[in-house]
């Protein structure tokens, strides 16, 4: 029994000591400057702008001392699991400079997919979806599964539905070849449109039943041959990313560092 119960008290010794981080922490530190800075700049540090757990401890040890050393241990012990890494939150999570970017790329290119994004950035896939999962989670970014895989875009209110397709198709090199093929030649058959791109028949049929589909481009038959004109809803769409539309091939982005 009674060596029991000493067990269970080195156990919580060391239980304890394994509690106190801050014990590692306890170096002495530096000044920066060398020269003293002198303090004729002082300004008043008010209660709400202590961090709370000093001052609840500071309470505590006036008021009840006998719990002073349990509280630091709980305040310790929320420290140790933290890991010193600072918590990624909706008003914070474009402070890191490499995910800055990343939803940068997605606002200027809307409806841009992973491999697109890792040309753009210069930045491996791993890395890439890791901080394109955080602005997911934070609401920052939405995406949205096509025929080709997952697009993403910013949410900033100002992309409705049709806007964000056309965004995406936008961001495929054959899809946008031809949309504005049917834009510049309204009417064109798939004939015309396979050989002004250089690309088969099939080929373009495969690339146009998506454009069908989601009402971006409509089909009309006259007497042998199907023509295909850009529906009226998404013309506007098509004419304001086509022209601004910046290149994905190459390049990286500006004004990053990446």
């Given at each position: 029994?009674?060596a029991g119960?000493?067990?269970?008290?080195?156990?919580?010794?060391?239980?304890?000591?394994?509690?106190?981080?801050?014990?590692?922490?306890?170096?002495?530190?530096?000044?920066?400057?060398?020269?003293?800075?002198?303090?004729?700049d002082?300004?008043p540090?008010?209660?709400?702008?202590?961090?709370?757990?000093?001052?609840?401890?500071?309470?505590?040890?006036?008021?009840?001392?006998?719990?002073?050393?349990?509280?630091?241990l709980?305040f310790?012990?929320?420290a140790?699991?933290?890991?010193?890494?600072?918590?990624?939150?909706?008003?914070?999570?474009?402070?890191?400079?490499?995910?800055?970017?990343?939803?940068?790329?997605?606002r200027?290119?809307?409806?841009?997919?992973?491999?697109?994004l890792?040309?753009?950035?210069?930045?491996?896939?791993?890395?890439?979806r890791?901080?394109?999962?955080?602005?997911?989670?934070?609401?920052?970014?939405?995406?949205?599964?096509?025929?080709?895989?997952?697009?993403?875009?910013?949410?900033?209110?100002?992309c409705?539905?049709?806007?964000?397709?056309?965004?995406?198709?936008?961001?495929?090199?054959?899809?946008?070849r031809?949309?504005?093929?049917?834009?510049q030649?309204?009417?064109?058959?798939?004939?015309?449109?396979?050989s002004?791109l250089?690309?088969?028949?099939?080929?373009?049929?495969?690339?146009?039943?998506?454009?069908?589909?989601?009402?971006?481009?409509?089909?009309?038959?006259k007497?042998?041959?199907?023509h295909?004109?850009?529906?009226?809803?998404?013309?506007e769409?098509?004419?304001?990313?086509?022209?601004?539309?910046p290149?994905?091939?190459?390049?990286?982005v500006?004004?990053?560092?990446?």
């Amino acid at each position: 029994m009674v060596a029991g119960m000493r067990i269970t008290g080195i156990a919580l010794v060391i239980f304890c000591l394994a509690l106190l981080p801050s014990a590692a922490c306890a170096t002495a530190v530096q000044d920066a400057y060398p020269e003293k800075v002198p303090l004729d700049d002082l300004m008043p540090v008010y209660v709400w702008n202590i961090p709370l757990d000093i001052v609840v401890l500071g309470l505590v040890s006036i008021f009840v001392p006998v719990l002073f050393v349990p509280m630091q241990l709980v305040f310790s012990l929320f420290a140790w699991l933290h890991f010193g890494h600072k918590r990624v939150l909706r008003n914070n999570v474009l402070e890191n400079e490499t995910r800055n970017a990343v939803y940068l790329c997605i606002r200027d290119n809307p409806g841009i997919n992973t491999n697109s994004l890792s040309r753009l950035l210069g930045m491996n896939i791993g890395t890439l979806r890791y901080h394109v999962g955080i602005l997911c989670r934070m609401g920052m970014v939405v995406p949205e599964p096509n025929c080709r895989g997952m697009r993403y875009y910013a949410d900033t209110g100002a992309c409705p539905g049709l806007e964000r397709k056309v965004a995406g198709y936008l961001n495929e090199q054959s899809k946008s070849r031809i949309l504005n093929i049917v834009l510049q030649h309204p009417g064109c058959t798939r004939k015309e449109i396979a050989s002004r791109l250089i690309m088969s028949g099939a080929n373009v049929t495969w690339h146009m039943k998506p454009l069908l589909r989601d009402g971006i481009v409509r089909d009309e038959k006259k007497e042998r041959f199907v023509h295909y004109y850009i529906c009226a809803d998404a013309k506007e769409c098509v004419q304001a990313h086509g022209s601004g539309k910046p290149a994905i091939a190459g390049g990286r982005v500006s004004g990053t560092g990446i």
